[in-house]
């Protein structure tokens, strides 16, 4: 809640992001009003939605789908009233798990995680679901801390781990190597610090999220 709370203002966003990181987060936030276009007539995936800090960038009308999932209820409450606050009244708020996606295959045009990878215990396997609801030349676009950005921030990532936070956080290297594996190409990871800005699109001709052999 407090980071939640942190990022929704930019200007502490962008001065926490330095201090913690030391990363500058302006893309994170350019990223986030690009979407008053990008969401145009399209199915959205917003996962984990969090308090809804991707709302500040949606259109008040349109044409477009857009649902909003997170496992925490406490979450889940922040992001209704935010979007109450910014007027946004057609969002499907869904409480789930990342890794059990609740819809089928092909079901959106664009799916955002931002800063939520690292909270995931296993950041392949919801990769792999996110990958899985994207329609084939689908797109992905994320924000992740990873580890790899200098000893003082593996060091405050090893505190928020033992803390319970975050949970599997990886590098640069392997988050490429996730999206890859999750059926996922034209991938782009940016690491600035200890954040890695990340795009990638549902490879064409492959249904199943990268998982076609038996499991």
């Known amino acids: 809640m407090a980071y939640d709370a942190g990022a929704e203002r930019e200007r502490i966003g962008m001065a926490g992001g330095r201090l913690l990181w030391g990363a500058d ?30 709302f500040r ?41 990342v890794t059990a996606l609740p819809h089928p295959a092909g079901s959106f ?7 939520g990878l690292h909270c995931f215990p296993d950041p392949p396997a919801a990769l792999a679901e996110m990958a899985r609801v994207l329609r084939p030349g ?26 319970g936070p975050f ?8 988050l490429s190597s996730w999206l890859s594996a999750a059926g996922l190409d034209d991938v782009d990871v940016d690491r600035d610090g200890a954040v890695a800005f990340f795009s990638a ?10 998982r076609s052999q038996p499991r």
């Open 57 to 97: 960038g949606l259109p008040q009308e349109g044409s477009y789908r857009y649902v909003a999932l997170d496992l925490s209820p406490v979450m889940m409450g922040r992001a209704r009233a935010n979007a109450a606050r910014h007027g946004l009244r057609d969002i499907v708020f869904l409480r789930g798990d």
């Open 25 to 54: 987060l302006r893309p994170f936030y350019r990223g986030i009003e690009e979407l008053r276009t990008l969401v145009d007539g399209g199915r959205v995936l917003d996962v984990p939605c969090g308090g809804g800090i991707a």
């Open 109 to 115: 045009d664009l799916c955002l995680s931002y800063f």
């Open 167 to 174: 949970a599997t956080v990886g590098t640069a290297g392997e």
């Open 138 to 163: 689908g797109r992905l676009r994320g924000t992740s801390v990873v580890r790899g950005g200098g000893r003082r921030q593996d060091a405050i990532i090893s505190l928020f781990r033992r803390a």
């Open 201 to 210: 699109r549902r490879a064409c001709g492959n249904l199943d999220g990268g």
